[in-house]
């Protein structure tokens, strides 16, 4: 129940087209869903991060869209950069009540964007 | 503000010594949290601390142990290194836990190798 599934693995894309990352989740308990973005050497960095209450959050050329009924969210990245290549984290937490910031991480997707 | 530093930046070891890992939060964040990443476990959480208190702990043996200092500073620790601990260990920094969707800030991590 705590499992956050992450595909695909890895994704390859041209310069501009739309990247699609996709999440899916069991507890029905989390209530804050963030994406990492984590270049090589570095620590991952929070991109974007939604909570249950609204479908879609877009900032700038990454949108997430969230559907609470089948337990999936995904993260977009509008035309994508040679600078986006990285690899990407969804991860799920339930933050209120429960007093703790402990992230439950995807897998990773590998993002490579070819110009 | 300079952000979440963890030292030291790279480790190796051999079997059956132990290693203690720093991390200094984001100057006035009073959570630390702590995870460890390998290419087939992704990032797993080891533990929370807030307030010098542990708040929450991940499913790692007892070997892996923590704390935090009363200026918000925390160590790890991991006994008796097995070639399975090789990993990136990440801390991330908060403000409070539980209390707001806080975003959580990474460090670049100390990259521990096992011989």
């Known amino acids: 129940q705590q499992q956050v599934k992450q595909s695909p693995q890895s994704l390859i894309v041209q310069k501009g087209g739309i990247s699609i990352i996709n999440c899916a989740y069991e507890n029905t308990a989390f209530d804050y869903f963030p994406w990492y973005q984590q ?5 991952p960095a929070l991109l974007i991060a939604i909570r249950p209450d609204v479908s879609e959050k877009k ?3 990454f949108t997430i869209s969230f559907n609470k009924s089948a337990k999936q969210f995904s993260l977009h990245i509008m035309d994508s950069q040679p600078g986006d290549s990285a690899t990407y984290f969804c991860a799920a937490s339930k933050f209120m009540g429960g007093a703790t910031n402990k992230l439950i991480f995807g897998t990773g997707t590998l993002l490579a964007v070819q110009p | 503000k300079a952000g979440v530093t ?16 720093s991390c200094s939060p984001i100057s006035g964040h009073r959570s630390v949290s702590w995870y460890q990443q390998t290419p087939g476990q992704g990032l797993q959480f080891l533990f929370e601390y807030f307030s010098e208190t542990q708040r929450n702990k991940g499913n790692f043996p007892g070997r892996f ?8 500073r925390s160590e790890m620790n991991v006994s008796t290194l ?5 990993a990136l260990y990440l801390c991330a920094s908060s403000p409070e836990p539980g209390i707001s969707y806080n975003e959580q800030f ?6 521990l190798t096992v011989l």
């Open chain 2, 65 to 72: 142990s923590g704390r935090q200092f009363s200026n918000s």
């Open chain 2, 6 to 21: 963890q030292t030291p930046r790279y480790l190796i070891k051999t079997r059956g010594q132990q290693v203690t890992l």
């Open chain 2, 82 to 86: 097995e070639l399975g601990d090789s």
């Open chain 2, 106 to 111: 990474f460090g670049p991590g100390t990259r």
């Open chain 1, 39 to 43: 270049f090589p050497g570095k620590g």
């Open chain 1, 59 to 61: 900032e700038g050329r």
